[in-house]
T-cell receptor
């Protein structure tokens, strides 16, 4: 089945630094990828939709300059948290949409998530 | 407004017992409904997906039902195991540009021995 690899699985960084999170589709091409944020005991909140070769679409309230998204190829999307602050600490999850629906996922596969802690 | 409501919020059961989780939605136009299992600190993993015309779908010990008329779905877990302890999320897709996913807040299931 479709596999999405997310890296790193966890990262600790100092306030003011930037952190890059990678999301790769391993066995399929993903024209669209999604980035979510999840707080403890809360559901996933969509941050932005990443489209290969074009600008990402951000959800209302998500700062574009803070959360930079790049989808330069059909298998890789990156989320960069710039000038990170402690309030950015969260669980970030990516999802890729397989343009060829198959199997149980019908085209949506999630990465394993990245736990970001800003100190 | 498109919404997905799950109940109960949390549930504790003994190993070997069965349980049923509920999902009510007000999503329109409806495309499909998915149940995901999310272990702590991990991304969601798909259990089942159901379209409008499907009433029941099974995946091992997991059986999902869908009543598109009443806009309700359930996830039944049979003979629970300790490894079933996780958050179960109901996600409904709406037919629209970009195919939006509407997430429920999840049910946290704890299976104890």
């Amino acid at each position: 089945g479709a596999v999405v690899s997310q890296h790193p699985s966890w990262v600790i960084c100092k306030s003011g630094t930037s952190v890059k999170i990678e999301c790769r589709s391993l066995d399929f091409q993903a024209t669209t990828m999604f980035w979510y944020r999840q707080f403890p005991k809360q559901s996933l909140m969509l941050m932005a939709t990443s489209n290969e070769g074009s600008k990402a679409t951000y959800e209302q309230g998500v700062e574009k300059d803070k959360f930079l998204i790049n989808h330069a190829s059909l298998t890789l999307s990156t989320l960069t948290v710039t000038s990170a602050h402690p309030e950015d600490s969260s669980f970030y999850i990516c999802s890729a949409r397989d343009p060829s629906p198959s199997g149980a996922n019908y085209g949506y596969t999630f990465g394993s998530g990245t736990r970001l802690t800003v100190v | 407004k498109n919404q997905v409501e799950q109940s109960p919020q949390s549930l504790i059961i003994l190993e070997g017992k069965n349980c049923t989780l509920q999902c009510n939605y007000t999503v329109s136009p409806f495309s499909n409904l998915r149940w995901y299992k999310q272990d702590t600190g991990r991304g969601p993993v798909s259990l089942t997906i159901m379209t409008f015309s499907e009433n029941t779908k099974s995946n091992g010990r997991y059986t999902a039902t869908l009543d598109a008329d009443t806009k309700q779905s359930s996830l039944h877990i049979t003979a629970s195991q300790l490894s079933d302890s996780a958050s179960y999320i109901c996600v409904v897709s709406a037919f629209q540009a970009g195919t939006a996913l509407i997430f429920g807040k999840g049910t946290t299931l704890s299976v104890s021995s």
